[in-house]
């Protein structure tokens, strides 16, 4: 186990520094600058099928159903395919509609989690073609797929998944530039979100080159009992991700919301003890994510930003701000989540837990 970690005192701080070459691996081989797109070899369905595709269904658990919130995401805007992720849990019990020409994918980091495995298994008997995007090589899932993708993130060992879900987002980005890019999306628009890509694995290690920042916030702030971890957007899931990070590992009570929704809710329970942590990406909602803000530090909650390097709005309205490297909008998932996962890496460590295994959870959940 000591080999393993090598420099790291913890497997999770290792995995999470592991990223900008997690996320090359999860690319390699698979980027075709000459050709503006992707391709995924395992995905074993022809030409016809592919364009035979009207809508993408994706179904996993826990962070990976995360991952598959912004794979919605993504295939909707780039390549305009009607999509939706779903909890395993929930597909299999309601007796799922299998419509023609939807293309299912079950996302799971060790290919074993019983809830996912079934709703597959329930899908595939009503007719399904599904498709998985797994991490460990050779599990139930992938054995028993319909073809699919690995992320090719290497062993994930600490419970809380942080590596294996920019993988999963990398290899969803790559099917939604495939799929774009064999329908309407023109060579300009691909060539530009394979560069942006291509510069995320630089762009992160920017961002982990500041993680005593990090840390020193996790310092100010680990007083706090209750967290709001707030993003909107393809940053929304990403938020979800953000607060159930801090509640796996620090067991700090944490709440994810789309930033637009807390005054449906949420901002009752901000005072000052209560802090609320933004997702600030330079996008076209980044005008509403500051004044949401502003409600927030009108009734005196203290708030943490992530943004981005430059912008100086923010700074004058949180009380922290994190800044993270400009990119092109589409990919601050990955430059958003890092910090997040720092935070809570730091913040257990203060609080003196187990980072790598949590009290009452599993890797791998291979019961319902
Ligand atoms: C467990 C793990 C999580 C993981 C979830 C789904 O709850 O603790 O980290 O996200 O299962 O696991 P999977 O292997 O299917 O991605």
Redesign the pocket.
């Known amino acids: 186990e000591e080999i393993e970690k090598g420099s790291f005192a913890h497997f999770m701080q290792k995995e999470i520094f592991e990223q900008p070459e997690s996320i090359l691996r999860a690319m390699q081989g698979r980027i075709e600058f000459e050709n503006a797109t992707a391709h995924l070899g395992g995905l074993n369905l022809d030409r016809q099928e592919l364009l035979n595709i009207e809508r993408v269904k994706i179904v996993?658990?826990?962070?990976?159903?995360h991952a598959g919130m912004v794979g919605a995401y993504l295939l909707e805007q780039l390549a305009r395919i009607p999509c939706t992720a779903e909890l395993s849990s929930e597909l299999r019990y309601r007796n799922p509609i299998v419509e023609r020409n939807t293309l299912y994918f079950v996302?799971?980091?060790?290919?074993?989690?019983a809830d996912?495995l079934y709703a597959m298994r329930e899908l595939q008997r009503k007719g399904a073609k599904v498709l998985g995007i797994c991490?460990v090589v050779g599990a139930t899932i992938p054995r028993e797929s319909d073809g699919g993708v690995y992320t090719h993130s290497g062993p994930e060992i600490a419970?809380?998944?942080t590596k294996?879900f920019t993988s999963q987002l990398t290899v969803l980005y790559l099917f939604s530039l495939f799929m774009a890019r064999m329908r309407h999306m023109s060579f300009e628009e691909g060539l530009a979100l394979v560069q942006a890509m291509d510069g995320v694995p630089a762009l992160l290690q920017q961002v982990l080159s500041r993680a005593d920042s990090i840390q020193e916030l996790a310092e100010k702030y680990s007083y706090a009992r209750s967290f709001l971890f707030l993003g909107r957007g393809i940053n929304y899931p990403v938020a979800l991700e953000g607060a159930l990070k801090l509640k796996?590992v620090s067991y700090i009570h944490a709440e994810g919301y789309s930033a637009a929704e807390i005054k449906h809710g949420p901002i009752a329970l901000v005072n000052e003890e209560t802090p609320s942590l933004f997702l600030v990406p330079n996008d076209p909602l980044r005008d509403k994510v500051l004044s949401n803000m502003k409600e927030i530090k009108a009734r005196k909650g203290p708030v943490i930003a992530i943004a981005v390097e430059g912008d100086r709005e923010v700074a004058g309205i949180a009380d922290d701000v994190f800044f993270v490297p400009n990119a092109s909008p589409i990919v601050y998932p990955f430059l958003l989540m890092v910090p997040m996962q720092l935070l809570s890496y730091y913040m257990a460590l203060i609080l003196g837990h187990n980072v790598d295994q949590p009290r009452n959870?599993?890797?791998?959940?291979t019961v319902e």
């Open positions: 996993a658990s826990g962070t990976s159903y996302v799971s980091q060790s290919g074993e989690t996912t991490n419970v809380a998944s294996a796996e959870l599993a890797k791998s959940v």
